[in-house]
């Protein structure tokens, strides 16, 4: 038996839409969404590019469904609705996917055509998505050898599901559009340990590329899998790197059991077994979007596109900053990571004060549902400048950010709460009252500097 | 647009033409696929599809290499479609197509477009359509884009409408959006009748899953089958969603926004009647009458729209009638039917001498909605007084294709026949509804 295993990787770039100026982050809460408007569309079948109506297609519209689209104006727009014609590839989006065709080896296309691939499940509201070839033939290495890079794509994100069920196909506008980078590899990869390898590199390098979204959703691994050259299955959403071993086991086994369909099934992973969805779309599924001009990517335009800082330097850079060898990892994988380095470079407070303020107390303190999208790069400069000249201690740091949302400076805060550091003289007092260390430890925790203290005890 | 000359040799010199399978490497990288004609962009750059579906440009240089394929066997087509017997009951219509996108195919092994003659091709995109009608027949007088119609293409249709008439039950016109309020307003004039004829058109094409004009045809196929209005009606969207539409009439609709597909609105006026997806009819505001089975496409050619706005230049009057012979002009005007009347660039001079050489100058609104005023302002009554003829609550566009068409009966008082309500071009009632639903 031989089995030909491909990894698609689709990652959300973090930048306004790919043919709108919106900007969503369909990772914020949205349990108490209410929407403005509803809308309720049918789709029917199409003609694709040669003549023919696409298998996939057809069998999804014969269904006859009837979908509802959530509108929420501050995420979505007329093109969402399919109201208004698209907007040219956005620039930014481009630029990112070049630096990542670029890591990736791969060769850049002279000219982008925009195309129009039929999607008929309603998650489109155009009935189709939008998606252009940027790049071919590139590679990455790998511990078993070479694996190809077959395409590197620029695509339109899929409108998110709401409710399913009941003749009822609700979606929300505020996803659909967001870019998202396709990476298909070729069918190189040599089993499911190797699988989950070359998922990691390719994670990696897409992070290091700087501008792709994070949080739950924002990067799908989905699997092409035939054997002994037979019809291909494509398996979509691969929750977790960690079971792609055995997902791919399941299904070799599965199809040497069922077999697999004419012409190849699309199937949808549900813990580590798959479920049909639908026959696999074909090429004909693809014709060109003919509102949006082809996009001539020059020398200077390929030039200008940057490959991101490799992920093991960054970490090195941050160790020698003073950071510890975790705390530099997290950083160096971080969104946080630019924030970090333009605080550090403005105020030359301690790294790790800095580096554990960003990446632990601010999400504790979200976590508790405290407001911190609020607080300005300004405040966090304000507070780390405060803190560097030594008027308050690094435990205070945390209680001050809690108060930044109320939108009042570092200085002030520390006033109102009783949190500024006790000077070299207080702290002689403090010591000449015949309290202990721990004693004052206890009490005055948020003011002293454990190691000013303790050389206060050991002269 | 097609590819350069210097790309067409180095083609021909490999035996390469459109459609055929191609190899093309340049500095490392390989695309094979079929060569597809190029509509836009670069034109020293091939067309790939790959078998992918992507389409690639690659700019042929020196180092492009280009190489003939042999052909793969070619993709299916659709099997033969045959028209199913048609249901006992329900309503003869014709399909008049004048070139909007609504009725068109996209053939991409050429790029172009062409227009679906034949019903059985319509019907197999539309099946829904043979639950409300029996499809008779197809007929394509022209096909040019909306913007480009001209009287004679008005003149042309509503003979065709007129003749159509004679077998059907009904007529469905499908027609470019752009313009389409102008057709519209010139079959109403042009078109007597106690059958229903009813305008169609798309804001989005055919090609995409989400066409509205499917909902659009099928709501129109139902109206003419349920409906009790006859003559010239405009079926298209009532909302953004694909729940119903609207039938307006056809001197009262106005596109009110470049690409959604609820742009037409009934102005100053309420739709005729709401037509569900399901095919339920709810038909108000408008009052049964019989008209006079006539045609009459006749057009004068001599009018012209312009528009009145601060600082503009009267002067085009005196050259509309000196030069282009006008012998009638509507103007929009501001407001209540304002032009510059007071200050240096006054229009009234400009009128009262177009009127004296016996043109006919009437007054609509830029606003709109709501009607002219020659009373309200004094400026107004001066604008009266040098001749201007107050059009009340006309459209502007709908005045236009009317003056033209009044102008061509000779043995008609002009200005007698402007104010008169000949197809519901005037409402002497303006709706009291809430005016706008998008208030913050």
Request: charged share 30%; net charge neutral.
């Given at each position: ?45 199409v003609g694709g590019e040669?003549g ?408 | ?77 659709p ?18 197509t004048?070139?909007?996108t609504i009725v068109s195919r996209v053939d991409y092994s050429t790029?172009g477009v062409s227009a679906l003659t034949k019903?059985?091709e319509l019907?197999r995109q ?12 197809i007929?394509?007088?022209?096909s ?61 094409s055919p090609d995409?899953?989400?066409f ?229």
């Amino acid at each position: 038996m031989t089995a030909k295993i491909g990894l698609e990787i689709h990652q959300r770039l973090d930048t306004r839409k790919l043919h709108c100026h919106c900007y969503a982050n369909p990772s914020e809460d949205k349990a108490d969404f209410k929407p403005d408007l509803v809308l309720r569309r049918r789709l029917k079948a199409v003609g694709g590019e040669l003549g023919e109506v696409d298998a996939a297609a057809a069998y999804e519209a014969a269904k006859k469904r009837v979908f509802e689209y959530q509108v929420d104006p501050r995420f979505s727009c007329l093109v969402e609705s399919d109201e208004t014609p698209p907007e040219e590839l956005n620039g930014e989006a481009l630029q990112a996917v070049l630096g990542i065709a670029k890591a990736l080896n791969a060769r850049v296309v002279d000219e982008a055509h925009v195309m129009r691939k039929m999607i008929t499940d309603g998650s489109a509201v155009s009935g189709f998505q939008r998606t252009t070839l940027i790049a071919t033939g590139g590679f990455i290495e790998t511990q078993k050898g070479k694996v190809g890079i077959q395409s590197i794509a620029l695509e339109e994100e899929s409108a998110g599901i709401v409710e399913k069920g009941h003749g009822k196909f609700i979606f929300r506008l505020d996803r659909l559009g967001i870019p998202l980078v396709e990476i298909a590899t070729a069918p190189d990869v040599k089993d499911g340990e190797h699988a989950k390898e070359t998922a990691e590199i390719l994670g990696r390098v897409l992070r290091e590329s700087g501008l792709v979204q994070r949080g739950l959703g924002s990067i799908r691994q989905d699997l092409n899998i035939s054997i002994d050259g037979g019809e291909r299955v494509e398996l979509k959403g691969v929750q977790d790197l960690r079971l792609l071993p055995k997902i791919i086991g399941i299904e070799i086994e599965r199809q040497k059991k069922d077999g697999v369909r004419k012409g190849g099934e699309t199937r949808r992973i549900i813990g580590e077994q798959s479920e049909f969805m639908r026959p696999l779309p074909g090429a004909a599924r693809i014709y060109p979007e003919t509102d949006i001009p082809h996009v001539r990517i020059t020398r200077e335009l390929l030039e200008k596109a940057v490959v991101g800082e490799k992920s093991a330097d960054k970490v090195t850079r941050l160790e020698k900053l003073g950071l510890g060898e975790q705390m530099a990892e997290r950083l160096a994988f971080s969104k946080e990571l630019p924030l970090f380095e333009r605080i550090y470079a403005k105020t030359s407070a301690e790294p790790t004060v800095i580096a554990s303020a960003l990446l632990e107390s601010l999400t504790s303190l979200r976590r508790e549902g405290i407001a911190t999208e609020k607080i300005s790069e300004q405040q966090l400069s304000g507070l780390f400048s405060f803190f560097a000249e030594g008027k308050i201690a690094k435990a205070a740091v945390a209680e001050i950010l809690r108060e930044l949302p109320s939108g009042k400076g570092a200085g002030e805060i520390a006033k109102e709460k009783d949190l500024l550091k006790f000077s070299s003289r207080e702290l002689d007092a403090l010591v000449a009252s015949g309290k202990g260390f721990g004693e004052i430890m206890r009490e005055y925790r948020l003011r002293v500097d454990a190691q000013e203290l303790q050389k206060k005890f050991k002269p | 647009m097609a590819y350069s000359k210097k790309t067409l040799e180095l083609l021909k010199s490999k035996g390469v033409s459109e459609g055929d399978c191609i190899r093309v490497e340049k500095e490392g990288a390989v695309y094979e696929g079929i060569l597809m004609p190029r509509a836009t962009g670069d034109e020293n750059a091939l067309v790939v599809k790959l078998d992918s579906g992507y389409n690639a440009g690659v700019i042929v240089t020196e180092k492009t290499a280009v190489q003939k394929l042999p052909h793969k066997p070619s993709l299916h087509r659709p099997a033969e479609f045959k028209l199913p017997p048609a249901k006992k009951g329900l309503p003869k219509v014709s399909l008049v197509t004048t070139g909007g996108t609504i009725v068109s195919r996209v053939d991409y092994s050429t790029g172009g477009v062409s227009a679906l003659t034949k019903p059985e091709e319509l019907v197999r995109q539309f099946p829904d359509l043979l639950e409300a009608c029996e499809l008779r027949k197809i007929v394509s007088p022209f096909s040019v884009m909306s913007e480009d119609l001209t009287p004679a293409n008005w003149m042309e249709l509503a003979k065709t409408v007129f003749a159509e008439l004679k077998e059907s039950d009904g007529v469905i016109v499908t027609h470019g959006t752009d313009a389409l309020g102008f057709s519209a307003a010139a079959l109403s004039f042009m078109v007597s009748t106690n059958k229903p004829v009813v305008l169609v058109g798309a804001q989005r094409s055919p090609d995409r899953g989400s066409f509205d004009g499917a909902l659009n045809l099928v709501c129109a196929a139902h109206f003419i089958a349920k409906g009790k209005h006859s003559g010239v009606s405009l079926v298209m969207h009532g909302s953004s969603s694909d729940d119903f539409c609207y039938a307006h009439g056809g001197t009262k609709v106005r596109k009110m926004h470049s690409s959604r597909r609820d742009a037409f609105q009934s102005i100053n006026s309420l739709p005729l009647a709401k037509i569900y997806s399901d095919g339920r009819v709810e038909e108000k505001n408008f009052e049964e009458a019989k008209a006079e089975e006539k045609l009459d496409a006749v057009f004068d050619e001599h009018v012209a729209m312009v528009k009145a706005y601060p600082n503009s230049e009267p002067d085009v009057l005196d050259w509309l009638v000196g030069e282009k012979k006008k012998k009638g002009i509507i103007i929009e005007a501001m407001g209540l039917g304002h032009v510059p009347t007071n200050n240096a660039k006054s229009w009234i001079v400009h009128v009262k001498k177009a009127v004296g050489a016996g043109v006919f100058v009437g007054i609509t609104t830029q606003t709109l909605y709501g009607s002219v005023n020659p009373f309200v302002y004094s400026n107004l009554r001066k604008l009266g007084e040098a001749g201007a003829v107050f059009l009340k609550d006309g459209l502007p566009e709908t005045m236009y294709v009317k003056l033209g068409w009044v102008l061509a009966h000779k043995e008609w008082n002009t200005n007698e026949k402007m104010l008169e309500s000949l197809r519901g071009e005037f409402n002497d009632r303006l709706p009291d509804l809430e005016f706008k639903e998008n208030a913050v």
